[in-house]
C-alpha cells in the first residue's frame, strides 16, 4: 500500500496480520462492544466482532532520503512475551527489497518508541552478535524513551528488547536521540504522544499543502476511535493516553489530514470525522 502526500511517499510493508487474539491488547473490545461500530467491518473487524491488526513498518520517503518508521518484531529475536514473537525467520527483509527498499538504501530508522513490535528489525543476528540492519542508517530514537526504558526495573521483557535491538544500535555509533517535538526534514517532524509510553511520538507529514500523521501507539486500533476511553494492557500511563487520544482526535477531526495507523489492518488510512458524541474514521 502506498500514499502521497505532497511530495512525500509512504509505502506500508508488512511483517505479520491477525485477526482476533486480541483480548490481551483491548480487554474493553470485546466482541458484543466493537459489533455496533459497524464501520469498522471489513477493513478493522470481522463480521465476528473480531479485531484486525497488523504489524508493519512505513517507509517514508520526501526529498531523496528514506526513513523506515518503526521495525517490527524482527526474526530470531527470544524472551518474547507472545510466544509466536519467538524466535521468527519471516521474510520482512525480503520483503522490504521486493518493494524496492533494500535495507541498504534506507537513510534513517525512526523509533516512534521502544516496545518489541517496533524496534525488532533495528538490529539482526550476525555471527552471533546482533548488529545494526540497516547499515547506512542513522537510528532515531526519543531521548526520554530510551532514557526511561534502559533505567527501568519495572518490566523483565524490556530488558531483553533493549539488550537485543536497542543498545547495539547505540553501541555501534548509529543511535541518534532527540526531542519528543524533532524536525527531521522542512516536510517530517515529529509530535508528542505520549500514555502509551513516556517518550512516545507521532509523525507529522507536511508538503505541498497536504497533511498525514502516522499515528505510532496512542492508538493501537480504530476502535479506540469511537472509544478513546479503551487503553491497552500495554499502557504505560493508561490515564494519560486517554487523555492523548482525546485531544489528538480533537484536533484530528474534519481536518484533510490522513491519519495513518502503525497498527490498522485493511485500508490503513483514512480521515477521522465527528461521529456524534465521538469520532469514527472514513477511508
Not at 548488529?131 to 518490566?155: C, D, I, Q
Not at 527531521?184 to 497533511?211: A, W
Not at 479506540?224 to 491497552?232: D, G, L, N
Not at 493508561?238 to 490498522?264: K, Y
Amino acid at each position: 500500500m502506498k500514499w502521497r502526500i505532497g511530495d512525500v511517499t509512504v509505502t506500508k510493508v508488512v511483517e505479520l496480520e491477525a485477526t482476533g487474539g486480541s483480548r490481551f491488547l483491548l480487554p474493553q473490545a470485546t466482541p458484543e462492544a466493537v459489533l455496533p461500530i459497524t464501520w469498522l467491518q471489513p477493513h478493522f473487524a470481522d463480521e465476528n466482532g473480531r479485531l484486525r491488526l497488523s504489524i508493519h513498518s512505513f517507509i517514508v520517503e520526501a526529498n531523496g532520503q528514506r526513513i523506515i518508521v518503526d521495525t517490527c518484531l524482527g526474526n530470531d529475536k527470544d524472551h518474547r512475551k507472545i510466544p509466536h514473537w519467538n524466535n521468527r525467520s519471516g521474510p520482512f527483509l525480503d520483503d522490504l527489497t521486493a518493494a524496492g527498499f533494500p535495507p541498504d538504501s534506507i537513510d534513517t530508522v525512526l523509533c516512534t518508541h521502544l516496545h518489541v513490535d517496533h524496534v525488532g528489525w533495528n538490529t539482526k543476528l550476525v555471527d552471533g552478535k546482533w548488529v545494526p540492519t540497516f547499515a547506512n542508517a542513522k537510528y532515531l530514537m526519543g531521548r526520554t524513551e530510551y532514557e526511561h526504558w534502559l533505567s527501568s526495573t519495572t518490566r523483565e521483557d524490556m530488558k531483553y528488547v533493549m539488550g537485543d535491538s536497542v543498545v547495539p544500535i547505540v553501541e555501534a555509533g548509529r543511535a541518534l536521540l532527540v526531542d519528543s517535538d524533532h524536525r527531521i526534514s522542512p516536510e517530517i517532524s515529529l509530535i508528542p504522544t505520549v500514555g502509551h509510553t513516556p517518550g512516545h511520538v507521532s509523525v507529522m507529514i507536511e508538503s505541498k499543502g497536504e497533511t498525514a500523521l502516522i499515528t505510532g501507539d496512542f492508538m493501537h486500533h480504530p476502535c479506540q476511535i469511537a472509544h478513546p476511553e479503551w487503553s491497552t494492557l500495554a499502557d504505560s500511563d493508561p490515564e494519560q493516553g486517554i487523555r492523548t487520544r482525546r485531544i489528538m482526535f480533537e484536533r484530528l477531526a474534519d481536518t484533510p489530514c490522513l491519519v495513518i495507523g502503525t497498527h490498522f489492518a485493511g485500508a490503513t488510512a483514512g480521515k477521522i470525522v465527528r461521529d456524534g458524541e465521538t469520532y469514527r474514521l472514513s477511508v
